[in-house]
């Protein structure tokens, strides 16, 4: 069972430069999430997608774009890397019903930016 | 700024022992989720308990919920060394009008258990 797969695993990216990450899903799930992950900060919610067709912002949109290309499919894309960005991004997803609401995390992209 | 803070940062047990982390919230909530983090890997989720409940158990593990104080805790009873990683609480909510459901993550709690 894949359940969240998430591409690249590692990244090294120079100031200025662009890069897409990319994350599917297989379990048919609505909702789709990318949160940051750095030291003392615990989980940072980046950009979420309820279903397929809408996005939102979350916590920390800044530098970020996202696109949910299909119900599977939600990739971050970082138009001009800075070296702020450089943290662990996790793609997550759920069901996101009031009764099934758990979600379900990528193994994660290192990203160095610098 | 972060909707749960977990309690204590660190903690750090002899294997056998029981490990209770608490987490704090600031917003009405629909569910607080319960995370596990083995270093360098992704989340892995560990148990839900709704607004309505007041406890619940899995195995090992004990969560409860006082939504009057914004609060709940996790309980590892008999803790042992594959126990070591990094726990978050995550408040889960409704957002109205716009359909979907946010998760809400602490910083974490680094527990160590030794052998």
């Known amino acids: 069972n894949a359940g969240v797969t998430q591409t690249p695993k590692f990244q090294v990216l120079k100031t200025g430069q662009s890069m897409t990450l990319q994350c599917a899903q297989d379990?048919?799930?609505?909702?789709m999430y990318w949160y940051r992950q750095d030291p003392g900060m615990g989980l940072r919610l980046i950009y979420y997608s309820a279903s397929e067709g809408t996005t939102d912002k979350g916590e920390v949109p800044n530098g970020y774009n996202v696109s949910r290309l299909n119900k599977r499919e939600f990739s971050l894309r970082l138009e001009s890397a800075a070296p702020s960005q450089t943290s662990v991004y996790f793609c997550a997803s759920s069901r996101a019903t009031v009764m099934n609401t758990e979600a379900f995390f990528g193994q994660g992209t290192r990203l160095t930016v610098v | 700024s972060q909707q749960g803070e977990e309690d204590p940062q660190a903690l750090s047990i002899q294997e056998g022992e029981n490990a209770t982390m608490n987490c704090s919230y600031k917003?009405?909530?629909?569910?607080l989720q319960w995370y596990r983090q083995n270093s360098g890997r992704g989340l892995v989720h560990l148990i839900l308990?709704?607004?309505?409940?007041r406890e619940k158990h899995s195995g090992r593990l004990r969560v409860t919920l006082d939504t009057s104080k914004k609060s709940s805790s996790l309980l590892i009873t008999a803790s042992r060394a594959a126990d070591t990683a990094s726990y978050f609480c995550?408040?889960?909510?409704?957002?109205?009008?716009?359909?979907?459901?946010?998760?809400?993550f602490g910083k974490g709690t680094k527990l160590s258990v030794i052998p």
């Open positions: 379990m048919n799930h609505n909702s």
């Open positions: 308990i709704r607004s309505n409940e």
């Open positions: 995550a408040s889960g909510r409704m957002v109205t009008g716009a359909g979907s459901y946010q998760l809400t």
């Open positions: 917003t009405s909530i629909n569910n």
